[in-house]
């Protein structure tokens, strides 16, 4: 059993940003995701990378202000840099991987939470006005 590890949660305001953080302990597949969930709300992809040097997806929400990547040195680590922060990102973010994948499944995969078998157990985001 793999297990995801996040970090860097907390507050910010309005246009700030954050870092996220997510380290795996035990090996996972290249298919790598950020998802968010809300009070209320279906968990959703926010992005998705295929490490190794592979794509990144975005959901339309959030393109052009996060930035999801890899750590060169450190195999499966996976970061979400998140600028601009707005109130309605305020969630709890989920990293997530795949226990198997290719990257042409991946690309139509990524955003489906039904499709990765290993969870963190969530970082609180909260955007304050």
């Known amino acids: 059993q793999v297990q995801l590890m996040e970090s860097g949660g907390g507050s910010a305001q309005a246009g700030g940003s954050l870092r996220l953080s997510c380290t795996p302990a035990?090996?996972?597949?290249?298919?790598m995701a950020w998802f968010r969930q809300a009070p209320g709300k279906e968990r959703e992809g926010v992005a998705g990378?295929?490490?190794?040097?592979?794509?990144?997806?975005y959901a339309d929400s959030v393109k052009g202000r996060f930035t999801v990547s890899e750590d060169p040195g450190r195999p499966s680590t996976m970061y979400l840099q998140m600028f601009d922060l707005k109130p309605e990102d305020t969630a709890m973010y989920f990293c997530a991987a795949m226990r198997g994948c290719s990257a042409p499944y991946f690309t139509y995969s990524w955003a489906n939470v039904l499709h990765y078998e290993y969870w963190g157990q969530g970082t609180q985001v909260t955007v304050s006005s």
């Open positions: 990378i295929y490490t190794g040097g592979g794509s990144t997806y």
């Open positions: 035990g090996h996972t597949s290249n298919c």
